[in-house]
């Protein structure tokens, strides 16, 4: 089984500063990366698939980078509402497979 | 509105059963692969189990093998969880969800998603 490792477990940053998360899986999963935002008491809410891909209705703001082994999620001006956990999952090998999760705080 | 929502949640003690269900709307329920994924409180994602469009494949997470199964009523667009021998590992919120397209089951990333609902295993 895949593993997913996401760094840091928390990332403090300021409204309206960039953001950068880190995700690497333990074998290569080609561009089959999903990144999500949780926040307290909602499901996951997908952000980013295929790696790079936003999906529909999210903002410019999220962008999503790498292929193989090593990824990014890119918040490039944090809006109050960015704040929560972002998860990061793998869909190239079975069973998907999720990292622990970086929570993005003031 | 597509959506889906699960029912069945509860507080069940080490060793009982509960089956959870996941209604889904508004979209052709029986063409998609399906999903549970679970949320230990406080703590991260971990599929659980998924269920082809028409029963025919199912899979496993190991820590659930053996002890839960999934299944499906296309006629009642409705997904389910049958959970036995539970543990108090197995406390967690569970929600279904749904790959971004009909096709034959596969690792899939998840666009649409349950509210959840929440299994305690304890004494």
């Known amino acids: 089984e895949i593993v997913m490792t996401q760094s840091p477990v928390t990332l403090s940053v300021s409204p309206g500063e960039r953001a950068t998360l880190s995700c690497r899986a333990s074998?290569?999963?080609?561009?089959?990366l999903a990144w999500y935002q949780q926040k307290p008491g909602l499901a996951p809410r997908l952000l980013i698939y295929?790696?790079?891909t936003r999906a529909t209705g999210i903002p410019a703001r999220f962008s999503g980078s790498g292929s193989g082994t090593e990824f990014t999620l890119t918040i490039s001006s944090l809006q109050s509402e960015d704040f929560a956990v972002y998860f990061c999952?793998?869909?190239?090998?079975?069973?998907?497979?999720f990292g622990q999760g970086t929570k993005v705080e003031i | 509105e597509v959506q889906l929502l699960e029912s069945g949640g509860g507080l069940v003690q080490p060793g009982g059963s509960l089956r959870l269900s996941c209604a889904a709307s508004?979209?052709?329920?029986?063409?998609?692969?399906m999903s549970w994924v679970r949320q230990a409180p406080g703590k991260g994602l971990e599929w659980v189990s998924a269920?082809?469009?028409?029963?025919?494949?199912?899979y496993y997470a190991d820590s659930v093998k053996g002890r839960f199964t999934i299944s499906r009523d296309n006629s009642k667009n409705t997904l389910y969880l049958q959970m036995n021998s539970l543990r108090a590992e197995d406390t967690a919120i569970y929600y279904c969800?749904?790959?971004?397209?009909?096709?034959?089951?596969?690792?899939?990333?998840?666009?649409?998603w349950g509210q959840g609902t929440l299994v305690t295993v304890s004494s």
């Open positions: 074998q290569s999963v080609d561009s089959n």
């Open positions: 969800a749904r790959p971004p397209q009909p096709a034959a089951i596969r690792a899939e990333y998840f666009p649409l």
């Open positions: 269920i082809s469009g028409s029963s025919s494949f199912t």
């Open positions: 999952q793998q869909n190239n090998h079975w069973p998907p497979a």
């Open positions: 295929d790696s790079s």
């Open positions: 508004e979209f052709t329920f029986s063409s998609y692969a």
